[in-house]
């Protein structure tokens, strides 16, 4: 093939900015983020400011004319990038971290450069083989049956929605059952999809916020009594509230008995079956049918990317579109387009990331940092039984959650410790509401996070100052 003249005259940048500007702009950005990810850990784990002070230093009026970008990159990075929960800190512990690699920042940023698409195979084969790859490794990676299908979307709640969607279109709607602790876009997606209250079944769960199986089945028993379907159910393996992963086997037998779809939400936990404890703990989990999981969780990947895996041709028959504009001539029915497992058609790559980290580390160096943050969790429990009198457990560490609370004192002082240390900036932990009382909760899956930044952080909440 010739290659093509490169005119003298077209600009290198869409816009008109000259390349020599673009260099310099783009190492600048390389610089700051650079600068961000080496001094994490003496800046601050979150920071939040007033709505008009943002506003003063972020608003203004429309930018009809150019101005100077290294003006611009500053306000995002100081004002904009500042003020946030930073997911990557080393004692950031509260809802669930994103402590992103490097590696997986680069792939991002390369597929973002190339304006890279996996929407169909005709126009985007090299990024939807590289999709499809990922989705293996995850696919192997959990242990699911060779064949398994799936999709890279936005994160966990587009996860969920896609795979309820996905079923309902395959087997009609009926009665889905989560527990209490099921992760409340799962309730949301049921909603959007229309879902009545009717077939929507919140099951109890117990003393160790599992879902309890016999409850399950009476419900089953009692739905099919009233004349209602059962579709399917839903259990979380790795719960966002303690850690706790439904008892998946007896989930899994009762749903191959009552021909129930098994839809596992391991959006957290489920990273943990790279390691051998965290398989044990979420045996049970190969079985389903589908499974969320979050790799801009514990995959250390930034966001946006969630994955679903699920039973192959289920998504094609529910989100296939074929529009007169869309068609290409496609020569082999191993030519993929992925706009047609799922609900997104102009779609970015978000496999590349996950390709370039897993290949760039290895995946044995997941699974260490997997297995630190179990371990650590597991120091923090340690550390909290050896202070009885100011410490009460509430919930033991479970792949890399631990809860906890301070012998008597009240929800409200809870809450407003957790707040002190977060407006120290110092660490962050959440508060949650467990067996209807406010508890403190710490999440641990940075691999940057040392035994000493546990004791800190607990010594802070405990002695009542930031
Ligand atoms: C985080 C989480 C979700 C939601 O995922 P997003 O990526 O925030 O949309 C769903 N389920 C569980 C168990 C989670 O921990």
């Not at 202070?387 to 919930?395: A, G, I, K, M, T």
């Not at 110092?426 to 508890?439: E, K, M, Q, Y």
């Not at 641990?444 to 930044?453: C, F, K, R």
């Amino acid at each position: 093939m010739e290659k093509p003249v490169v005119s003298a005259q077209r600009s290198s940048d869409t816009l008109g900015m000259e390349v020599e500007e673009m260099r310099r702009l783009a190492y600048a950005v390389v610089d700051r983020v650079i600068d961000h990810l080496a001094d994490r850990s003496e800046e601050t784990a979150i920071a939040a400011a007033e709505p008009q002070t943002l506003l003063d230093a972020l608003g203004g009026a429309l930018p009809e004319h150019a101005s100077n970008p290294d003006e611009s990159l500053d306000l995002l990075t100081n004002v904009a990038l500042k003020h946030q929960q930073h997911g990557d800190h080393p004692r950031y512990f509260a809802r669930v971290p994103g402590p992103s690699s490097f590696a997986g920042i680069l792939g991002d940023w390369l597929g973002i450069g190339f304006n890279g698409i996996a929407a169909s195979w005709a126009g985007g084969s090299g990024l939807s083989t590289v999709e499809l790859v990922v989705i293996d490794w995850l696919r192997e990676l959990m242990g699911l049956p060779q064949g398994t299908e799936g999709i890279l979307v936005s994160g966990g709640s587009q996860a969920n929605l896609t795979a309820i969607a996905a079923v309902m279109k395959q087997r009609g709607k009926g009665v889905v059952y989560l527990s209490d602790q099921t992760h409340s876009c799962v309730y949301r997606a049921l909603v959007t999809l229309g879902f009545g209250e009717d077939e929507i079944r919140v099951i109890a769960t117990d003393a160790q916020f599992r879902l309890c199986v016999s409850t399950l089945r009476e419900a089953i028993t009692q739905d099919r009594a009233l004349q209602r379907k059962p579709l399917m159910v839903v259990a979380t393996a790795g719960t966002t509230n303690t850690g706790a992963t439904d008892p998946l086997d007896a989930v899994a037998d009762l749903c191959e008995q009552e021909s129930l779809w098994l839809h596992v939400d391991g959006a957290y936990g489920a990273p943990a079956a790279l390691t051998d404890s965290g398989r044990r703990y979420l045996h049970g989990m190969q079985r389903a049918d589908s499974l969320v999981i979050d790799p801009h969780k514990w995959l250390f990947q930034p966001y946006d990317t969630g994955c679903l895996l699920i039973r192959p041709g289920v998504l094609e028959n529910a989100f296939t579109m074929d529009p007169e504009y869309l068609r290409d001539v496609t020569a082999n029915s191993e030519e993929i387009d992925l706009r047609n497992r799922g609900l997104e058609l102009t779609r970015r790559s978000r496999a590349l990331k996950l390709w370039f980290s897993f290949r760039t580390y290895g995946v044995a160096r997941f699974r260490e940092a997997i297995q630190h943050s179990i371990d650590l969790a597991e120091f923090a429990e340690a550390q909290l039984r050896q202070d009885p009198l100011r410490w009460e457990l509430v919930s033991p560490a479970q792949i890399g959650i631990v809860c906890f609370a301070l012998g008597g004192q009240s929800d409200d002082e809870h809450r407003r410790r957790a707040k002190t240390l977060a407006d120290s900036g110092f660490a962050c932990v959440s508060t949650t509401i467990l067996h209807g009382r406010t508890v403190l909760r710490l999440c641990i899956i940075n691999p940057l996070t040392t035994e000493a930044d546990i004791t800190d952080t607990l010594a802070r909440l405990g002695n009542n100052h930031a």
